[in-house]
């Protein structure tokens, strides 16, 4: 009788699929066989959520978007911030929406502290104080990102090795929570077993590493093919430099250190971007081993992946 009860309970849970992956490892084609029917999308991508960066994020095109409706896409301008408390906060007003409407949220994209936020809990970290945040900015723009991360790795080293010394919007917010919290980021506690209010299925799809790598040197073509340097020339009007957030993502970083540099060759900026998405699919992937409850999936065995869902009573 109390397993009985236990089943019950766990099968009235409201159901939610989780699909990560490196990038370019091959979530939409996946997304498009597997889950056109009966699902709304959440994207989980932190380039994605901007407008404008549509070339250099991969944002899903409009017969995809028109197909499966899609949510947490064109939700900011790029010069506005976005963190991943918010995203935990608008994709969960998102999944319940779904719900109501007798859909299963699938939650897609690569930003992996998102995915994480959203199915362990985020760390307890002081609220937002929009006070110490604009000193922090104006700090940093006065003496310099160079000197940000010092500082960060002076008063936080666990945070600054986790951060990368270009990744201003971490430096940043790490060094909020320091003066605002008093105490590093790093000291506070990251859940890590999955909630339990929701069930998860969890997929991470994964390619040996000379495939992917294969795979990201042509979408990098691809996206120049289709006009990503004129986007990037239009942010530029727009007044895009690397203090916008949205700036910070691969794609569009290397042009504008370029353009700082004074070196505007598309190859060389074709190349950087390329092994910049290769460095950051490893990370990914390493974030992703890391936490508990993923399925580790190969991209072209469409049955394992309906296999997993057909276990947690997703039927296709």
């Not at 997304?31 to 901007?50: K, M, P, W």
Request: charged fraction near 25%; glycine fraction near 8%.
């Amino acid at each position: 009788m109390r397993s009985n009860t236990q089943s019950l309970v766990k099968s009235q849970k409201p159901k939610a699929v989780v699909l990560t992956g490196p990038t370019a490892v091959g979530k939409t084609e996946m997304t498009e066989r597997l889950f056109s029917h009966g699902f709304e999308i959440i994207n989980a991508d932190s380039v994605q959520i901007y407008r404008g960066l549509d070339i250099g994020s991969a944002k899903p095109d409009r017969a995809l978007r028109e197909k499966i409706p899609h949510h947490l896409l064109d939700i900011r301008d790029p010069w506005e911030d976005y963190s991943s408390g918010d995203f935990v906060h608008d994709a969960s007003r998102a999944m319940e929406g779904i719900w109501s409407r007798g859909n299963i949220p699938l939650i897609t994209g690569g930003t992996m502290y998102y995915i994480r936020h959203l199915v362990y809990g985020a760390p307890s970290t002081p609220p937002a104080d929009p006070a110490v945040r604009a000193s922090v900015r104006a700090e940093i723009d006065d003496k310099g990102l160079e000197w940000a991360y010092a500082y960060l790795a002076s008063v936080d080293p666990v945070s600054a090795a986790r951060i990368g010394r270009g990744d201003d919007y971490r430096i940043s917010r790490a060094i909020e929570v320091y003066r605002t919290g008093g105490k590093p980021l790093s000291s506070y506690a990251v859940p890590d077993t999955v909630r339990d209010d929701i069930s998860f299925t969890l997929i991470c799809l994964s390619r040996d590493r000379e495939t992917l790598r294969k795979r990201i040197r042509e979408r990098v073509g691809q996206m120049f093919a289709a006009g990503l340097y004129d986007e990037v020339r239009g942010l530029v009007r727009r007044g895009a430099d690397l203090s916008w957030p949205a700036m910070e993502g691969i794609g569009y970083r290397e042009f504008l250190a370029a353009r700082e540099d004074g070196e505007l060759s598309i190859s060389m900026i074709a190349d950087e971007i390329a092994r910049d998405s290769a460095r950051y699919a490893k990370q990914q992937m390493t974030f992703a081993s890391s936490m508990k409850g993923f399925s580790f999936i190969s991209p072209d065995d469409i049955q394992a992946a309906s296999d997993q869902l057909s276990h947690n009573g997703i039927c296709l």
